[in-house]
C-alpha cells in the first residue's frame, strides 16, 4: 500500500461510479445475450481527462485498440459504451469497421466530439458483432427505463456472480473528492492486465500525464496482482475518467496531496480487484498470500504470484487441506532468490513453517482455517525489505463445468 494518510480516506457504503459529480450511468438488454443485461454506459457532462491500461496479449480486440487510440490522442473521454456476450475480437477488417461505428453512433447519439467515445466489449472471441442489436442498444440510450449504475454494472458481465463497485472520498484544496469504480471480471484472469473491464470515475482535475502514472503505478499493486486461472485475453482495459468537476487545483505529483489521492486511487483499484478475484468462476474462497522479507519488492510479487497461480495451492484450499508443502514448492519455483533455511509460513496464524522448519499444529485448527472465505497465506523470506499481495480464488469443479460449456 503506498503510505499515505489513510485515515483522511472514506470508504462509502455501496459505492459506485455515478457518486463522483457528473457522471451518469445506464444499461439494458439489446439481444446480443438470451436475457441478461448486455449494453451498457457511461457519461460525464464535461470531457473527462482520461488513462487507460490495457491487455498485454498479443492480440488484441478491435474496440481496444479504438479506445487506446483515442486516449493517446486526446487524453480526454466524456462517454462510454459497452457491450458484454461479444468480445468483437480476432474478427478482422469488420470488427475494426463494427467498433468505429458502435463509436460513431455513440458519438451521434450522446452529441458529444467522436474522439471523445470510447468502446468496449467482452464475451466470446472470433463472432462478428450483431450490429443490428447494438445499433438498438445505442439508440435506447436516454430511455428513463435504462438509466442507473445498477443496470451498468449488470450489463458488463459475463461469468461474473455478482457486480463489482466501490467508491471513496476524500478532502483536496477544501474540495469533496469522489472516486468511484465498477468492473467486471470472473474467468480468464491472470497478472497482467488479464480478462477484465474496470472503469474509475473521479470529479478531481488531474493533470493527464500525471494520471497516466497514477493509473500504471496502482494497477501494478492491484489488477496486475492478481489470478484465477492463469489465461489471459484479448479486450481488457482499466479507464480512468477525471472530469474535474469540483474543480481543485490540477493534481499532479507536485501537489501535497498527491499522494493522499494516489493511495485513495489505490483503495478503489484494490477494492475491484479483490472483488475480481474472490469472484473467479466456480470459486468458493478468496485467496491471499501476503510476502515478506523479500530481496526486492518485484521479487516478492514474482513470489506471491507463483503461490495463486498454483492450481495445487488452489485446489488444496478449495479441499481445506493445510497441504503446506504446495506452497513450499510455489516458492521455489517462482524463480527468485531464496534461501531455504529462513522461510516462515502460516496459514492465517497458524504456523506451519518457521525458518526453514516444519512446524507442529494442529491439522483440525488447519482445516478449520481454510474453510473460511478468505483465506490468508502469510510468507516470510527473511531475506529483505521487499514485501507485495497478491490475490487470488480456490480451484473448483464448478469452474470446470462454467468453462466446458461456455458457448452453449
Known amino acids: 500500500m503506498i503510505a499515505t494518510e489513510a485515515k483522511a480516506i472514506l470508504k462509502i457504503e455501496d459505492g459506485h461510479?455515478?457518486?463522483?459529480?457528473?457522471?451518469?450511468?445506464?444499461?439494458?438488454?439489446?439481444?446480443?445475450?438470451r436475457k441478461k443485461l448486455d449494453f451498457g454506459w457511461i457519461h460525464s457532462e464535461n470531457p473527462a481527462t482520461t488513462a487507460g491500461v490495457y491487455t498485454l496479449n498479443a492480440f488484441q480486440a478491435a474496440p481496444l485498440k479504438i479506445t487506446k487510440e483515442c486516449i493517446n490522442k486526446s487524453k480526454e473521454i466524456q462517454t462510454v459504451v459497452v457491450n458484454s456476450g461479444n468480445a468483437n475480437s480476432f474478427t478482422g477488417k469488420q470488427g475494426l469497421l463494427d467498433a468505429l461505428e458502435m463509436q460513431e453512433l455513440a458519438a451521434k447519439k450522446m452529441g458529444v466530439d467522436l474522439k471523445h467515445v470510447a468502446v468496449a466489449s467482452t464475451g466470446v472471441i472470433g463472432v462478428s458483432l450483431p450490429m443490428d442489436k447494438i445499433r438498438t442498444g445505442i439508440q435506447s440510450i436516454g430511455?428513463?427505463?435504462?438509466?442507473?449504475?445498477?443496470?451498468?454494472?449488470?450489463?458488463?458481465l459475463t461469468t461474473d456472480t455478482v457486480t463489482k463497485h466501490i467508491a471513496v472520498q476524500l478532502e483536496i484544496d477544501g474540495k469533496t473528492i469522489?472516486?468511484?469504480?465498477?468492473?467486471?471480471?470472473?474467468?480468464?484472469?491472470?497478472?497482467?492486465m488479464a480478462t477484465m473491464l474496470g472503469f474509475i470515475t473521479t470529479d478531481a482535475a488531474v493533470e493527464a500525464d500525471s494520471l497516466q502514472n497514477a493509473l500504471r503505478t496502482v494497477v501494478d499493486k492491484s489488477f496486475n496482482m492478481i489470478t484465477v486461472d492463469g489465461d489471459s485475453s484479448t479486450n481488457d482495459m482499466v479507464l480512468v475518467m477525471a472530469n474535474g468537476q469540483q474543480k481543485n487545483?490540477?493534481?499532479n505529483e507536485a501537489h501535497p496531496k498527491w499522494l493522499l489521492f494516489l493511495q485513495a486511487l489505490q483503495m478503489v483499484s484494490e477494492g475491484l480487484s479483490k472483488s475480481i478475484a474472490g469472484d473467479g468462476e466456480g470459486a468458493t474462497k478468496l485467496i491471499e498470500a501476503n510476502v515478506k522479507g523479500a530481496p526486492s519488492e518485484l521479487a516478492a510479487k514474482q513470489v506471491a504470484k507463483a503461490i495463486i497461480s498454483s492450481n495445487l495451492v488452489k485446489t488444496a484450499v478449495y479441499g481445506a487441506d493445510p497441504n503446506w508443502g504446495r506452497i513450499i514448492t510455489a516458492i521455489g519455483y517462482s524463480e527468485q532468490p531464496i534461501n531455504p533455511d529462513k522461510i516462515c509460513v502460516s496459514l492465517g496464524d497458524i504456523e506451519v513453517v518457521r525458518d526453514g522448519c516444519p512446524v507442529d499444529f494442529d491439522e483440525a485448527d488447519g482445516k478449520r482455517y481454510l474453510e473460511k472465505e478468505t483465506v490468508l497465506l502469510n510468507v516470510d523470506l527473511q531475506n529483505g525489505i521487499?514485501?507485495?499481495t497478491a490475490w487470488g480464488c480456490d480451484l473448483?469443479?464448478?469452474?470446470?463445468?462454467?468453462?466446458?460449456?461456455y458457448r452453449t
Open 396 to 405: 473448483t469443479y464448478d469452474y470446470v463445468k462454467i468453462n466446458a460449456s
Open 386 to 388: 521487499g514485501e507485495a
Open 249 to 251: 487545483e490540477p493534481l
Open 178 to 192: 469522489t472516486i468511484g469504480g465498477a468492473a467486471k471480471g470472473s474467468g480468464m484472469i491472470h497478472p497482467n
Open 17 to 33: 461510479i455515478t457518486m463522483p459529480k457528473g457522471f451518469s450511468a445506464g444499461g439494458l438488454h439489446c439481444g446480443i445475450r
Open 143 to 156: 430511455n428513463p427505463d435504462h438509466e442507473g449504475v445498477e443496470n451498468f454494472e449488470e450489463a458488463i
